[in-house]
Nanobody
Framework: QVQLVESGGGLVQAGDSLRLSCAASGRTFKAAAMGWSRQIPGKEREFVRE????????????YYADSVKGRFTISRDNAENTVYLQMDSLTPEDTAVYYCAAESGTVYAPFSPDEYSYWGQGTQVTVSS
């Protein structure tokens, strides 16, 4: 059984930074790709799951949404099966529940929710103005 456990969310002011962590448990699980998506408040989860960053395990290639490029940095610790999201220069528009996603198989479209089999429970990030 694979579980993703997120941590690091909270309430900050505009311009501040936060670092999210997501640890994947499961004795033999190795994620081929991991990513972070977010749900904007007031929108149905099933309709909006905007990916903001993703990373491939083997190559370390990273992907970013335009809205966070230059402010967010995704990284991974393969030995710990953990992915991080460093979020700098946060704005109120970044307020959302952030979900970690992981997939052990081949991921062709890192920003497509359908590519991922495993999801965390979500961590709230609130940025006040």
């Amino acid at each position: 059984q694979v579980q993703l456990v997120e941590s690091g969310g909270g309430l900050v002011q505009a311009g501040d930074s936060l670092r999210l962590s997501c640890a994947a448990s499961g004795r033999t699980f190795k994620a081929a790709a991991m990513g972070w998506s977010r749900q904007i408040p007031g929108k149905e989860r099933e309709f909006v799951r905007e990916f903001v960053a993703a990373i491939r395990r083997s190559s370390g290639i990273t992907y970013y949404a335009d809205s966070v490029k230059g402010r967010f940095t995704i990284s991974r610790d393969n030995a710990e099966n953990t992915v991080y999201l460093q979020m700098d220069s946060l704005t109120p528009e970044d307020t959302a529940v952030y979900y970690c996603a992981a997939e052990s198989g081949t991921v062709y479209a890192p920003f497509s929710p359908d590519e991922y089999s495993y999801w965390g429970q979500g961590t709230q990030v609130t940025v006040s103005s």
